[in-house]
T-cell receptor, first 115, second 117 residues
Framework: KQEVTQIPAALSVPEGENLVLNCSFT??????LQWFRQDPGKGLTSLLL?????REQTSGRLNASLDKSSGRSTLYIAASQPGDSATYLC??????????????FGKGTKLSVIP | GAGVSQTPSNKVTEKGKYVELRCDPI?????LYWYRQSLGQGPEFLIY????????DSGLPNDRFFAVRPEGSVSTLKIQRTERGDSAMYLC???????????????FGPGTRLTVL
């Protein structure tokens, strides 16, 4: 069974710092990997999707990398801002064999950026 | 519509009652997914629809949970005889196709927060 682990569970940094969030998965036979942001009590906002043939994706201050062979992904946030404070979730797309692609999520990293 | 919508945003019910949660996917998306997120956890897969049919319901926890999508658009998640352990955020997502060979991006709705007293 695919397991997704995110480390650290929580992170607090001063404003302006660069930071890295880590995600690891046990089954390298994934298709895509997606990073989400979730604000307290809210739904999921998609940040970056990395397709299985890609190694990284960038959007603004965010950069996500994927290494399928080692079962790892990282989300790099440059010049962090208080508005970046949220929980960041990593999810992998895994074929169920029933013609669908389930998302398997980690538990998330709760980020606090201190002004 | 512009995005996935879910209603109600919050639902409070008593133990033993029946509830329905609604999801309206992005127009034209044939694949629809339901996930459940307990406090402090990541979302967990419940059921997947391709068109009108439930192609994969392996994540439904028991037979009190049921979902339909009669016209291939709006979906309703139905929970009978609710229990306190059903309290969670219920998230719906849709994608363009979702069939084998195309792991299309899933777009999520804002969720329904269900509280069972």
């Amino acid at each position: 069974k695919q397991e997704v682990t995110q480390i650290p569970a929580a992170l607090s940094v001063p404003e302006g710092e660069n930071l890295v969030l880590n995600c690891s998965f046990t089954d390298s036979a994934i298709y895509n990997l997606q990073w989400f942001r979730q604000d307290p009590g809210k739904g999921l906002t998609s940040l970056l999707l990395i397709q299985s043939s890609q190694r990284e994706q960038t959007s603004g201050r965010l950069n996500a990398s994927l290494d399928k062979s080692s079962g790892r992904s990282t989300l790099y946030i440059a010049a962090s801002q208080p508005g970046d404070s949220a929980t960041y979730l990593c999810a992998v797309y895994l074929s169920t064999g029933a013609g669908s692609y389930q998302l398997t999520f980690g538990k998330g990293t709760k980020l606090s950026v201190i002004p | 519509g512009a995005g996935v919508s879910q209603t109600p945003s919050n639902k409070v019910t008593e133990k033993g009652k029946y509830v329905e949660l609604r999801c309206d996917p992005i127009s034209g998306h044939t694949a629809l997914y339901w996930y459940r997120q307990s406090l402090g956890q990541g979302p967990e897969f419940l059921i997947y629809f391709q068109g009108t049919g439930a192609a994969d319901d392996s994540g439904l926890p028991n037979d009190r949970f049921f979902a339909v999508r009669p016209e291939g658009s709006v979906s309703t998640l139905k929970i009978q005889r609710t229990e306190r352990g059903d309290s969670a955020m219920y998230l719906c997502a849709s994608s363009q196709r979702g069939y084998r060979g195309a792991a299309d991006t899933q777009y999520f709705g804002p969720g329904t927060r269900l509280t069972v007293l």
